[in-house]
Protein backbone atom coordinates (compact mmCIF):
# COMPACT_ATOMS: atom_id res chain seq x y z
CA UNK A 1 0.00 0.00 0.00
CA UNK A 2 1.25 3.56 -0.63
CA UNK A 3 0.11 6.05 1.97
CA UNK A 4 0.04 9.52 1.18
CA UNK A 5 -0.02 11.78 3.97
CA UNK A 6 0.00 15.47 4.53
CA UNK A 7 -2.05 17.98 6.96
CA UNK A 8 -3.00 21.16 4.25
CA UNK A 9 -5.63 19.13 2.39
CA UNK A 10 -7.72 21.73 0.16
CA UNK A 11 -11.59 22.10 -1.44
CA UNK A 12 -9.98 23.36 -5.00
CA UNK A 13 -12.32 26.31 -7.10
CA UNK A 14 -11.36 25.93 -10.73
CA UNK A 15 -12.70 29.45 -12.57
CA UNK A 16 -11.54 29.41 -16.50
CA UNK A 17 -11.85 32.46 -18.20
CA UNK A 18 -11.87 32.98 -22.01
CA UNK A 19 -9.79 36.24 -21.45
CA UNK A 20 -9.14 37.59 -17.93
CA UNK A 21 -8.40 41.08 -16.58
CA UNK A 22 -7.13 42.45 -14.04
CA UNK A 23 -9.31 45.32 -11.61
CA UNK A 24 -12.78 44.17 -14.18
CA UNK A 25 -15.74 42.35 -13.52
CA UNK A 26 -14.73 38.79 -15.18
CA UNK A 27 -17.20 36.54 -16.01
CA UNK A 28 -15.99 32.67 -16.11
CA UNK A 29 -16.96 30.05 -18.89
CA UNK A 30 -16.55 27.02 -16.80
CA UNK A 31 -16.56 26.72 -13.12
CA UNK A 32 -15.25 23.30 -11.52
CA UNK A 33 -15.15 22.07 -7.75
CA UNK A 34 -12.75 19.45 -6.85
CA UNK A 35 -10.58 17.94 -4.14
CA UNK A 36 -6.76 19.27 -4.10
CA UNK A 37 -4.04 20.59 -1.70
CA UNK A 38 -0.60 18.21 -2.33
CA UNK A 39 -1.87 15.36 -0.12
CA UNK A 40 -5.35 15.07 -2.04
CA UNK A 41 -3.62 15.43 -5.43
CA UNK A 42 -0.70 12.54 -4.41
CA UNK A 43 -3.70 10.28 -3.36
CA UNK A 44 -5.54 10.80 -6.15
CA UNK A 45 -2.27 10.53 -8.55
CA UNK A 46 -1.49 6.99 -7.08
CA UNK A 47 -4.91 5.95 -6.94
CA UNK A 48 -5.15 6.81 -10.87
CA UNK A 49 -1.71 4.66 -11.18
CA UNK A 50 -2.92 1.68 -9.89
CA UNK A 51 -2.31 1.77 -5.96
CA UNK A 52 -3.18 0.23 -3.73
CA UNK A 53 -3.16 3.32 -1.68
CA UNK A 54 -5.02 5.15 1.54
CA UNK A 55 -5.04 9.01 1.68
CA UNK A 56 -5.01 10.32 5.16
CA UNK A 57 -5.36 13.86 5.99
CA UNK A 58 -7.20 16.26 8.24
CA UNK A 59 -10.46 17.59 7.10
CA UNK A 60 -13.46 19.81 8.70
CA UNK A 61 -16.32 22.35 7.76
CA UNK A 62 -18.78 22.40 5.33
CA UNK A 63 -16.71 21.14 2.43
CA UNK A 64 -16.06 17.56 3.81
CA UNK A 65 -19.30 15.83 2.46
CA UNK A 66 -18.45 16.67 -0.63
CA UNK A 67 -15.04 15.87 -0.92
CA UNK A 68 -15.80 12.44 0.74
CA UNK A 69 -18.38 12.00 -2.16
CA UNK A 70 -15.68 12.95 -4.67
CA UNK A 71 -13.23 10.25 -3.29
CA UNK A 72 -16.31 8.09 -2.91
CA UNK A 73 -17.33 8.08 -6.91
CA UNK A 74 -12.92 7.61 -7.70
CA UNK A 75 -12.78 4.76 -5.34
CA UNK A 76 -9.90 6.51 -3.42
CA UNK A 77 -9.84 4.81 0.19
CA UNK A 78 -9.34 7.62 2.53
CA UNK A 79 -8.87 7.90 6.26
CA UNK A 80 -10.19 11.74 7.56
CA UNK A 81 -8.76 12.83 10.91
CA UNK A 82 -12.00 15.05 11.24
CA UNK A 83 -11.07 18.96 12.49
CA UNK A 84 -12.65 22.33 13.96
CA UNK A 85 -11.28 24.72 11.75
CA UNK A 86 -12.71 23.98 7.93
CA UNK A 87 -10.69 22.41 5.46
CA UNK A 88 -9.35 25.24 3.12
CA UNK A 89 -10.90 26.58 -0.14
CA UNK A 90 -8.42 27.60 -3.05
CA UNK A 91 -8.91 29.07 -6.51
CA UNK A 92 -7.14 28.90 -9.98
CA UNK A 93 -7.99 31.35 -12.05
CA UNK A 94 -7.01 29.91 -15.91
CA UNK A 95 -6.85 33.01 -18.25
CA UNK A 96 -7.43 30.65 -21.77
CA UNK A 97 -6.87 33.89 -24.00
CA UNK A 98 -2.98 34.49 -22.53
CA UNK A 99 -2.09 31.19 -21.10
CA UNK A 100 -1.64 32.72 -17.78
CA UNK A 101 -2.66 30.66 -14.57
CA UNK A 102 -2.94 32.10 -11.44
CA UNK A 103 -3.30 30.73 -8.03
CA UNK A 104 -5.23 32.22 -4.89
CA UNK A 105 -3.67 29.94 -2.06
CA UNK A 106 -5.35 30.01 1.50
CA UNK A 107 -2.89 29.18 4.11
CA UNK A 108 -3.65 25.65 5.98
CA UNK A 109 -5.94 26.42 9.09
CA UNK A 110 -4.25 25.81 12.55
CA UNK A 111 -5.15 22.22 14.29
CA UNK A 112 -5.41 21.84 17.94
CA UNK A 113 -2.74 19.75 19.75
CA UNK A 114 -5.66 16.96 20.28
CA UNK A 115 -6.09 16.88 16.69
CA UNK A 116 -2.28 16.54 15.62
CA UNK A 117 -2.13 13.93 18.34
CA UNK A 118 -5.07 11.97 16.17
CA UNK A 119 -3.20 12.68 13.31
CA UNK A 120 0.51 11.28 14.45
CA UNK A 121 -1.69 7.91 15.83
CA UNK A 122 -3.06 7.56 12.18
CA UNK A 123 -0.32 7.95 10.77
CA UNK A 124 2.04 5.40 12.75
CA UNK A 125 -0.38 2.89 12.47
CA UNK A 126 -0.83 3.34 8.17
CA UNK A 127 2.92 3.39 7.70
CA UNK A 128 3.20 0.69 9.68
CA UNK A 129 1.97 -1.59 6.93
CA UNK A 130 2.85 0.74 4.13
CA UNK A 131 5.09 -0.19 1.11
CA UNK A 132 6.30 3.43 -0.02
CA UNK A 133 5.02 6.94 1.84
CA UNK A 134 4.45 9.93 0.26
CA UNK A 135 5.11 12.26 2.61
CA UNK A 136 4.10 16.33 1.51
CA UNK A 137 2.79 19.76 1.54
CA UNK A 138 3.22 22.99 4.53
CA UNK A 139 2.21 22.44 7.51
CA UNK A 140 -0.65 24.01 9.23
CA UNK A 141 -0.65 27.66 10.92
CA UNK A 142 1.25 27.37 14.27
CA UNK A 143 2.13 23.45 13.58
CA UNK A 144 6.05 23.21 14.43
CA UNK A 145 8.64 21.99 11.80
CA UNK A 146 9.49 19.28 14.07
CA UNK A 147 5.75 17.34 13.12
CA UNK A 148 7.48 16.66 10.28
CA UNK A 149 10.32 14.90 12.15
CA UNK A 150 7.86 13.32 14.13
CA UNK A 151 6.49 11.34 11.26
CA UNK A 152 9.19 10.21 9.49
CA UNK A 153 10.55 8.92 12.50
CA UNK A 154 7.48 6.46 12.86
CA UNK A 155 8.14 5.39 9.10
CA UNK A 156 9.60 2.30 8.51
CA UNK A 157 9.36 2.27 4.74
CA UNK A 158 10.91 4.30 1.94
CA UNK A 159 9.30 7.73 1.70
CA UNK A 160 8.98 10.26 -0.78
CA UNK A 161 9.10 13.95 0.70
CA UNK A 162 7.71 16.67 -0.70
CA UNK A 163 8.19 19.60 1.35
CA UNK A 164 11.11 22.69 1.70
CA UNK A 165 12.99 24.71 4.38
CA UNK A 166 13.54 24.25 7.42
CA UNK A 167 11.14 21.01 7.64
CA UNK A 168 13.18 19.50 5.16
CA UNK A 169 16.64 20.17 6.46
CA UNK A 170 15.42 18.82 9.57
CA UNK A 171 14.76 15.24 8.38
CA UNK A 172 17.30 14.51 6.16
CA UNK A 173 19.60 12.88 8.80
CA UNK A 174 16.50 10.13 8.72
CA UNK A 175 17.50 9.08 5.10
CA UNK A 176 14.13 9.68 3.38
CA UNK A 177 14.11 7.43 -0.12
CA UNK A 178 14.00 10.39 -1.89
CA UNK A 179 13.34 14.72 -1.10
CA UNK A 180 11.44 16.60 -4.07
CA UNK A 181 11.61 20.54 -3.85
CA UNK A 182 11.41 22.29 -7.21
CA UNK A 183 14.28 24.68 -8.27
CA UNK A 184 12.36 27.70 -5.75
CA UNK A 185 11.89 25.48 -3.34
CA UNK A 186 15.46 24.32 -2.93
CA UNK A 187 16.33 27.66 -3.07
CA UNK A 188 14.61 28.48 0.10
CA UNK A 189 16.06 25.75 1.48
CA UNK A 190 19.22 26.22 0.76
CA UNK A 191 18.52 30.22 1.86
CA UNK A 192 20.43 31.69 -1.51
CA UNK A 193 19.13 32.09 -5.44
CA UNK A 194 20.11 29.18 -7.93
CA UNK A 195 20.52 31.32 -10.81
CA UNK A 196 22.71 28.82 -12.87
CA UNK A 197 23.69 24.75 -12.95
CA UNK A 198 27.21 25.07 -10.62
CA UNK A 199 24.35 27.24 -7.54
CA UNK A 200 21.85 24.37 -8.56
CA UNK A 201 24.63 21.40 -7.68
CA UNK A 202 26.00 23.09 -5.26
CA UNK A 203 22.73 23.42 -3.24
CA UNK A 204 22.14 19.64 -3.93
CA UNK A 205 25.91 19.17 -2.79
CA UNK A 206 24.59 21.05 0.86
CA UNK A 207 21.51 18.75 0.60
CA UNK A 208 23.32 15.33 0.21
CA UNK A 209 26.06 16.45 3.22
CA UNK A 210 23.25 17.63 5.50
CA UNK A 211 21.79 14.35 5.08
CA UNK A 212 24.45 12.21 5.84
CA UNK A 213 25.54 14.25 9.14
CA UNK A 214 25.51 12.73 12.70
CA UNK A 215 22.60 14.81 14.57
CA UNK A 216 24.53 13.97 17.54
CA UNK A 217 28.19 15.06 16.20
CA UNK A 218 27.90 17.24 13.82
CA UNK A 219 30.23 15.15 11.24
CA UNK A 220 29.31 13.19 8.26
CA UNK A 221 28.56 9.51 8.96
CA UNK A 222 30.89 7.88 6.11
CA UNK A 223 34.60 9.48 7.48
CA UNK A 224 35.80 8.15 4.29
CA UNK A 225 34.11 9.94 1.69
CA UNK A 226 33.11 13.48 4.06
CA UNK A 227 32.77 15.61 1.06
CA UNK A 228 31.48 13.12 -1.99
CA UNK A 229 30.62 14.18 -5.53
CA UNK A 230 27.20 14.40 -6.29
CA UNK A 231 26.24 12.66 -9.42
CA UNK A 232 23.60 15.28 -11.13
CA UNK A 233 21.06 14.31 -14.13
CA UNK A 234 18.90 16.85 -15.86
CA UNK A 235 16.18 14.84 -17.84
CA UNK A 236 14.15 16.48 -20.19
CA UNK A 237 10.13 15.97 -20.26
CA UNK A 238 8.78 15.19 -23.53
CA UNK A 239 7.33 18.38 -25.20
CA UNK A 240 3.61 19.70 -24.34
CA UNK A 241 2.17 21.24 -26.88
CA UNK A 242 -1.28 21.32 -25.62
CA UNK A 243 -0.97 22.87 -22.03
CA UNK A 244 -4.40 22.77 -19.91
CA UNK A 245 -3.49 23.71 -16.01
CA UNK A 246 -0.04 22.60 -14.46
CA UNK A 247 -1.33 23.00 -11.19
CA UNK A 248 -0.56 19.90 -9.31
CA UNK A 249 2.32 18.66 -11.88
CA UNK A 250 5.09 18.66 -8.85
CA UNK A 251 2.45 16.22 -6.63
CA UNK A 252 1.55 13.61 -10.25
CA UNK A 253 5.61 13.24 -10.01
CA UNK A 254 5.71 12.56 -6.20
CA UNK A 255 3.02 10.01 -6.88
CA UNK A 256 4.76 8.15 -9.70
CA UNK A 257 7.79 8.04 -8.14
CA UNK A 258 5.80 6.33 -4.80
CA UNK A 259 4.18 3.87 -7.37
CA UNK A 260 7.37 3.24 -9.24
CA UNK A 261 8.80 2.60 -5.95
CA UNK A 262 6.19 0.29 -5.36
CA UNK A 263 6.30 -1.62 -8.50
CA UNK A 264 10.35 -2.59 -8.31
CA UNK A 265 11.79 0.21 -10.44
CA UNK A 266 15.31 1.97 -9.98
CA UNK A 267 15.01 5.48 -9.35
CA UNK A 268 16.09 7.10 -12.79
CA UNK A 269 13.09 5.15 -14.27
CA UNK A 270 10.98 6.10 -11.41
CA UNK A 271 11.95 10.12 -12.53
CA UNK A 272 11.23 9.61 -15.83
CA UNK A 273 8.04 7.90 -14.83
CA UNK A 274 7.38 11.16 -12.65
CA UNK A 275 8.16 13.53 -15.65
CA UNK A 276 5.66 11.66 -17.97
CA UNK A 277 3.29 11.95 -15.28
CA UNK A 278 3.28 15.57 -14.96
CA UNK A 279 3.40 15.61 -18.77
CA UNK A 280 -0.28 14.05 -18.52
CA UNK A 281 -1.31 16.41 -15.80
CA UNK A 282 -0.74 19.36 -17.69
CA UNK A 283 -3.16 18.39 -20.50
CA UNK A 284 -5.90 17.85 -18.29
CA UNK A 285 -7.98 20.38 -16.32
CA UNK A 286 -8.50 18.34 -12.91
CA UNK A 287 -5.27 17.78 -11.23
CA UNK A 288 -3.86 14.15 -11.27
CA UNK A 289 -6.31 12.30 -13.20
CA UNK A 290 -3.25 9.74 -14.19
CA UNK A 291 -3.18 7.24 -16.96
CA UNK A 292 -1.30 4.14 -16.23
CA UNK A 293 -1.40 2.55 -19.70
CA UNK A 294 0.37 5.37 -21.99
CA UNK A 295 2.66 6.19 -19.01
CA UNK A 296 5.83 3.95 -20.59
CA UNK A 297 5.53 4.92 -23.67
CA UNK A 298 5.41 8.65 -22.77
CA UNK A 299 8.59 8.02 -20.15
CA UNK A 300 10.76 6.86 -23.24
CA UNK A 301 10.14 9.83 -24.35
CA UNK A 302 12.10 11.83 -21.56
CA UNK A 303 15.79 12.43 -22.18
CA UNK A 304 18.58 12.42 -19.92
CA UNK A 305 21.40 14.59 -19.72
CA UNK A 306 24.40 14.00 -17.01
CA UNK A 307 25.38 17.62 -15.28
CA UNK A 308 28.30 16.26 -13.37
Given amino acids: MILSAGLTPAWQQILVFDS???????????????????????????????????????????NVPQIAA????????????????????????????????TELVENGRPLTADELDAYLAAYAEQAATADVVVLIGSLPQGTPETFYRQLLQRTPCPAVLDFRGAGLLSVLDLKPYVVKPNRDELAQTAGRPLDDDLSLVAAMQTIDRVGRRDP??????????????????????????????????????????????????????AVRLSLAAAAQNVRQLLPCRLNPHTLEAQAAQVRVERLG
Avoid at 74 to 86: D, K, N, Q
Avoid at 233 to 255: E, F, K
Wanted: hydrophobic share 40%; proline share 6%; with cysteine.
Fill in 216 to 269: HGGRALRDDHPLRAVVVQRLHPPAILDAVNPIASGDAMSAAIAWATRAGHGLLD
Fill in 70 to 101: EFGSLGIPYRWIETRAATRICTTLLDRATGTI
Fill in 20 to 62: FHDGEVNRARDVVWCSSGKVFNAGIGVHHLGGPSLTLAPVGGP
